[in-house]
């Protein structure tokens, strides 16, 4: 599924830890790894020398790793290039990091990697940095909705970066309360939510089961996002993967929107995910 990967590298330490994930994500796909970095006009001369450090610094670890690497440097519009790098190099998936201004803007309006997520035809990560310090995650959170698109991308890909890193991955999902007419909402016990998860999430622990991933599953009802950070927090999770939300800016102005409210707010880093290839 993903035998070529591409990080986008800039001149950030967020840039260069998710560099890390992704190239660790390569070594467990057998992909080639290549890395991008973008100059921008007018870039200041110390933020492209740092940019190159770090590619020289991923470049090294690649080759310990004996991981197929090469590197890409070109100047431009970095939305325009990355896509040009794409197609032309027939890249599967796209790894990059948020910025600290990301997170100030709702609804990701205008930032880059919102911009990657809409136009690449390929798979995006966009990764959210919480802990620089902490390349291996061991505990990963997986939330997921009752219907989910790309169901064997979507576990793929969480099977892969367990592997990676040799970690435990706990799908998590948080059902709405039952509610009867007259009766108020309903309070269901563990093995009665059980019973009531859906195909989709049945389907996606069984592709996990495929792939060896040691798993959990948790079921706790409560308000998305909200929930799924104090799972995170409590539970000690290492990193969050979550799917991209799909909802239009009108319905996000309107019931908000789960997937932001956890890139502001978790406690680990997180993972959001674009997938594009079909099942």
């Not at 197929?68 to 100047?75: A, G, I, K, N, Q």
């Amino acid at each position: 599924m993903y035998k070529r990967i591409l990080v986008a590298v800039n001149e950030h330490i967020n840039s260069e830890v998710t560099g890390r994930c992704a190239l660790h994500f390569s070594k467990s796909c057998r992909a080639k790894f290549y890395m991008c970095f973008i100059a921008e006009k007018g870039a200041p001369e110390e933020s492209l020398d740092r940019a190159q450090e770090a590619m020289m610094r991923l470049f090294v670890e690649a080759e310990k790793l004996e991981v197929p690497v090469e590197s890409l440097t070109r100047t431009g519009e970095a939305v325009r290039e990355i896509d040009a790098v794409v197609r032309h190099e027939g890249i599967d998936i796209v790894f990059a990091a948020t910025r600290r201004e990301d997170l100030e803007r709702r609804f990701y309006s205008g930032t880059v990697v919102r911009r990657l997520t809409l136009k690449l035809p390929c798979s995006v990560a966009i990764m959210r940095v919480v802990h620089s310090g902490r390349v291996h995650p061991r505990k990963i959170l997986v939330p997921l909705k009752a219907t989910i698109d790309h169901i064997a991308e979507r576990a793929r890909f969480a099977g892969f970066m367990a592997k990676a890193f040799g970690s435990k991955v706990f799908v998590f999902h948080t059902p709405q309360p039952v509610e009867k007419f007259w009766r108020g909402e309903v309070h269901l016990t563990p093995a009665e939510w059980e019973e009531r998860i859906s195909p989709d999430i049945s389907r996606f622990m069984n592709t996990l089961k495929q792939q060896d991933i040691e798993q959990e599953g948790r079921l706790l009802p409560g308000r998305t996002a909200r929930t799924i950070t104090i799972e995170a927090f409590a539970k000690r999770h290492d990193l969050i993967i979550m799917g991209a939300s799909e909802r239009s800016l009108w319905a996000s102005l309107l019931q908000g929107n789960p997937v932001e409210e956890v890139l502001k707010e978790a406690p680990c880093d997180l993972i959001i995910l674009k997938p594009r290839h079909e099942d």
